[in-house]
């Protein structure tokens, strides 16, 4: 988006390189803490972390920053499995944007999570049932991360606990599918507004690239009717084959491969993954397009 792009090339210089690596960091401190004996302040050490909006105002500030290192799980095992993920995704997108918009990104996520958590607790008066003391979810922010990974790199690979491999699009539509229920059907008012926080700097990021999706397939669909005539109105037409106009990659070739039409070219110009978003917009109309306007 233009306004990132401003904000890049303005404050750049300012990005904080290894975000992920001091979150992952600082999780695993208070993750080792927390099993240190009552005496020496283990117990108890993760809940004083968590956001809690009550507790917050009672003068425990240090949750608004605190609640970032609350540890993914108890289980070593599953907790080492979420920092493993998150380091390869939250490195892999800090490579792929630059320091700054990965910062911003997670900026975005985690004020919003802070805003919703306070909206949820003043707009029930703080007394709604279990809000008194409830605690708002990092799972949701660094979920985001996830979705993010997901949307840029949908056919990575990823090892089940490094046995069952499944491409990162279906896990992400799990997520998905997760995040809808909550908020239809949880009780809990904090996780759902969790989500509408956790769906906020996704769509700041990705918003007008699920728009350009849609009109993409749109465009598609006008043309495989141009192309494929209904039945009972002439001879069916041959399988529609989708081809860069830049590389010559070809759907019958790579039939899994997702080939798009760019919208900011005038007329139909298919392109492969790769020269989507690299190519040279075309400003004059195709063939098609110019006899139809003719007419």
């Not at 849609?214 to 006008?222: G, K, N, P, S, V």
């Not at 070219?265 to 063939?287: F, Q, R, S, T, W």
Request: charged share 20%; with cysteine; aromatic share 16%.
């Amino acid at each position: 988006m233009k306004w990132i792009d401003h904000l890049d090339k303005k404050f750049g210089r300012y990005g904080v390189p290894n975000v992920t690596v001091i979150l992952i960091a600082g999780q695993v401190v208070a993750y080792v803490a927390g099993y240190a004996p009552p005496e020496a302040g283990g117990d108890g050490l993760v809940e004083r972390l968590a956001l809690a909006p009550s507790l917050v105002l009672a003068g425990e500030w240090w949750r608004v920053l605190t609640f970032l290192f609350v540890p993914p799980a108890t289980n070593p095992l599953f907790a080492f499995f979420g920092w493993y993920l998150f380091y390869l995704m939250g490195s892999t997108l800090e490579s792929q944007w630059g320091e700054f918009r990965y910062n911003l990104y997670l900026l975005l996520g985690y004020l919003a999570s802070v805003v919703m958590a306070f909206v949820t607790f003043f707009s029930a008066g703080g007394l709604g049932p279990g809000l008194g003391a409830a605690t708002a979810s990092n799972l949701f922010l660094y979920g985001t991360v996830f979705l993010a990974f997901a949307r840029l790199y949908p056919d990575f690979t990823l090892s089940i606990m490094f046995i069952l491999p499944v491409k990162v699009r279906w896990l992400a539509l799990l997520t998905w599918l997760g995040y809808g229920a909550t908020f239809l059907f949880s009780r809990d008012w904090l996780d759902q507004a969790m989500v509408v926080a956790a769906v906020f700097n996704y769509l700041v990021f990705f918003g007008r690239d699920i728009l350009n999706d849609m009109r993409h397939r749109h465009r598609r669909m006008q043309f495989q009717a141009r192309a494929h005539p209904a039945k009972g109105n002439g001879p069916r037409g041959r399988k529609l084959t989708h081809t860069c106009r830049v590389c010559g990659r070809s759907s019958a070739d790579e039939p899994r491969t997702q080939f798009r039409y760019c919208s900011e070219c005038g007329g139909d110009y298919c392109y492969c993954p790769e020269h989507l978003g690299d190519h040279e917009h075309v400003k004059e109309l195709a063939p098609d397009a110019e006899q139809e306007r003719a007419k």
